[in-house]
């Protein structure tokens, strides 16, 4: 919706209150309703080509997977019985589709067994990696009996896409039966690693390995290995120059068995096999003979040493460095507590996870059979290595696991938890949320280079199809960290469940996946944080900086001498003394680039006052203006002010004035908005209403006073002759208010676009402006006018407002 679009929209909900329709709401029993917008809107997006959005060639693409090869430029995509390949030019918009239903008879089947057609008993393609040079691997849970195949996609710089519908292969431990059931999976040397539930009643919770030349290796069936488990993510880490040291970890969580008393207390763990395990030669014969587990930790320290713990792991994500054998391993937590709900970012060292697995293992021992430290004799090898050249000693050396001993191999079956859990760097969480409108669910993380350091911004994607864009910032010696959210996105028109995310560094990009599509989103666009150097530096964004003429992508390596950046402090006073201000705006840190607006109102009614700070972390206060007087706004019960502007519930005829927005920031002070407002009196805008919608249908009279009811949006003018009562006349406030809220936003938008945006309402609009304004002129003259000494005290009340 465009800014003028919504501006009109916006006035004509706001102009609804004059005559009643909303009275019952600000009669200070009910609170009035607050909408929360986002910092950069869908439109925001699409309107500096900041974002696009493919939603299938039908329009319903029901997104299960997705897979960014940067290689071949290519973004692959797994929806409901269909798969797309999509080429990620800079101009290229082309696409290509492969239509992959379940095998015949699956969907009968899978239906007679009492799933719901449509959500359950289709080909879900939930994995898709890669295979090889030229093929890819797909797997779909089709209609409740899995499925595999092979897709062409050629080589780099060509566009294939195609599948032999004929070379189908079971998918059985590869992917769930159940499109709904979690999973994780890695591709590895031809082999793939799978943490699932594989059987058709989700209860079989294992690691797989499957495919390649080696045997199929899986878990035991023991509680003390999985106990419910929910897996989340799926990494090969390699431990050192030696590839047979390589370990596939998952993370996930489940029921934790340790936990004494507490009934259903749940844990996050990262467990690991080796990847060369092949089980052992008479004890766990193809089961895993290397999988060990421990508790990965994240909390806030509390008072009196209580610490609130978030359990609940919600994505993982693997932050790769320069030295791939130690990437930071980010992990996104919710609580599972009944009193609050919270979200939380945890960052972990490999380093801490390996010395976690080289302590000491967790044994149940003792009279009261307790959990503890296990003290007694460790065998060699020891359990959990892998079979290589480091483990191996002069006349102790083992060419695979199945030269193992059986002692090695029972002790790793009876203890395969850790005793010493993983706690994250600093021993805290990065990122803290707490009681928000939305949830927090996928995490993709980027490092990016400033003038003052490395900083690691972290994009969020919500259960409401948003995407909070994040840096945590470390002060001096203190471990609190300081959280500046830079953005938040607007990425999908309607609320939608964030999927997936991929973010390409190469093309500075964000994938984002939900049921509605694949939104592609710029990971930054300097522009929008103004035209000044002080609004660039109070941005804090890592990926911009002031060039001496525009905000504009910061690069390292860049030859441009003159670039302003910072973003520990954000402190446009020591970075843009010589930009953009004058002596005396030097010396006050203060910034007024904005033009006078007018805004008018109707007496005893509601007005709002728009102002939005560019930056989340700004302080904004209200001034207004009277004659040669200005001071800051008095707050009270019918004056509010709210995160996007100044709320009038009533407005009284001393409240015209000059209204001055303000938002302060470090030290720097910045004029957003200047407001004039008017107040109108009541009678001459009734009657300026009935002179102009004199030509309406009879319906459109309230016969109980004769005269017309309240302002009717564009579309009611042409439907008219329909509405024969004021509750039908009403019925397009009803649906707005149920509308308006946090996560409803967007669509209040798409309300608003439908029902009033069109050329019709703009010219309406604009002559009712005029009109109001030729009504105060009107009114102004009168006042001054010689006959208005003989007028009685009503009639001058009838036109001249108190002040």
Not at 372 to 393: F, L, M
Not at 517 to 524: E, P, T
Not at 675 to 688: A, C, K, M, P, S
Request: glycine share 8%.
């Amino acid at each position: 919706m465009t800014a003028s679009c919504w501006s009109v929209c916006t006035e004509i909900l706001w102009f609804s209150f004059f005559n009643g329709t909303y009275g019952s709401f600000f009669d200070g029993s009910v609170s009035p309703p607050l909408i929360r917008v986002s910092s950069l809107s869908l439109t925001d997006l699409l309107s500096t080509n900041r974002s696009s959005i493919f939603s299938g060639h039908h329009g319903q693409l029901a997104l299960t997977s997705v897979y960014l090869d940067e290689y071949r430029d290519r973004l692959f995509l797994g929806g409901k019985d269909v798969l797309y390949s999509l080429l990620l030019g800079p101009t290229s918009s082309e696409s290509k589709e492969i239509y992959w239903p379940p095998l015949p008879g699956s969907r009968e089947h899978c239906i007679e067994t009492g799933k719901e057609p449509q959500t359950e008993c289709a080909n879900f393609v939930r994995l898709l990696q890669p295979h090889n040079r030229t093929h890819l691997l797909a797997c779909g849970t089709g209609a409740f009996q899995p499925m595999c195949a092979f897709i062409s996609v050629g080589h780099r710089g060509e566009h294939v896409f195609t599948m032999d519908p004929t070379n189908v292969e079971n998918g059985r431990g590869k992917v769930p039966h159940d499109p709904s059931l979690p999973f994780a999976s890695t591709f590895s040397g031809g082999e793939l690693y799978t943490g699932l539930t594989a059987d058709f009643l989700g209860r079989d919770s294992v690691i797989f390995r499957s495919m390649g030349s080696r045997s199929t290796m899986r878990t035991e069936t023991d509680q003390k290995l999985l106990h419910d488990p929910k897996f989340v993510a799926a990494h090969l880490v390699p431990d050192n120059v030696d590839r047979d040291n390589d370990k596939v970890y998952f993370f996930f969580t489940e029921k934790a068995t340790e936990a004494g008393d507490r009934e259903g207390a749940i844990h996050t763990r990262v467990g690991r096999v080796c990847a060369n395990d092949v089980g052992g030669q008479r004890v766990l014969v193809n089961k895993w003979s290397t999988f060990i587990k421990a508790r990965l930790v994240c909390s806030v320290p509390g008072p009196h040493g209580i610490d609130t713990h978030f359990n609940q792991l919600e994505d993982v994500f693997l932050l790769r460095t320069k030295d791939e054998r130690n990437p930071d391993v980010y992990a996104l937590f919710s609580t599972i507590s009944n009193v609050f709900q919270g979200f939380a970012v945890c960052v972990y060292r490999m380093a801490d996870i390996r010395e976690a697995f080289n302590g000491p293992f967790a044994h149940k021992e003792g009279p009261d059979y307790r959990w503890g430290a296990y003290e007694g004799r460790v065998p060699y090898p020891r359990p959990g290595v892998c079979p290589s050249k480091i483990t191996n000693q002069p006349g102790r050396e083992f060419g695979s696991t199945k030269d193992f001993p059986d002692s090695v191999l029972q002790f790793a079956r009876n203890h395969p938890l850790m005793w010493r859990p993983v706690y994250p760097a600093l021993r805290r969480p990065v990122l803290v949320k707490a009681n928000t409108p939305y949830k927090l669910r996928q995490i993709v993380v980027d490092r990016v280079e400033a003038e003052d350091g490395q900083y690691d911004v972290m994009f969020i994607g919500t259960d409401v199809g948003t995407v909070l864009k994040v840096i945590a910032l470390h002060g001096g010696n203190s471990l609190d960290a300081e959280e500046v959210t830079l953005e938040e996105l607007q990425v999908f028109k309607v609320p939608t469940p964030i999927t997936s995310m991929d973010i390409s560094v190469k093309r500075q990009s964000l994938y984002v996946g939900s049921p509605a599509g694949v939104a592609l989103v710029k990971l930054h666009r300097c522009e929008t944080y103004g035209n000044a150097c002080a609004e660039c530096c109070l941005a804090r964004d890592p990926y911009c900086a002031w060039d001496g003429a525009v905000c504009a992508r910061y690069l390292a390596n860049s030859k441009r001498r003159f670039r302003r950046q910072d973003i520990r402090h954000g402190n446009p006073v020591l970075q843009c003394s010589d930009q953009n201000l004058s002596g005396e705006q030097r010396a006050h840190a203060y910034l007024d680039m904005t033009e006078d607006r007018m805004v008018y109102v109707t007496e005893n009614n509601s007005t709002f006052l728009e102002c939005i700070p560019r930056s989340p972390q700004a302080t904004v206060t209200w001034f207004v203006q009277r004659d040669d007087r200005k001071e800051e706004v008095k707050l009270d019960d019918r004056i509010l002010s709210t995160d996007q502007g100044l709320l009038f519930r009533r407005v009284l005829h001393q409240d015209e004035g000059s209204y001055i927005c303000r938002s302060r920031e470090h030290g720097f002070t910045q004029t957003l908005a200047r407001l004039n407002l008017q107040v109108l009196q009541g009678e001459t805008v009734d009657d300026l209403l009935t002179r102009d919608i004199g030509g309406l249908s009879d319906p459109f009279k309230d016969r109980s006073t004769g005269g017309y009811r309240a302002w009717m949006p564009c579309s009611a003018y042409s439907r008219a002759g329909s509405l024969g009562t004021i509750g039908q006349s009403r019925t397009w406030f009803k649906d707005i208010m149920q509308l308006i809220g946090p996560s409803n936003l967007p669509h209040v938008e798409e309300y608003c676009e439908r029902m009033w945006c069109n050329d019709k309402l703009r010219r309406k609009h604009k002559s009712m402006v005029e009109k109001y304004r030729q009504a105060q002129d009107s009114a102004r003259k009168v006042r001054k006018s010689p006959g208005e000494r003989n007028r009685t005290p009503r009639d001058v009340n009838a036109t001249e407002p108190t002040r």
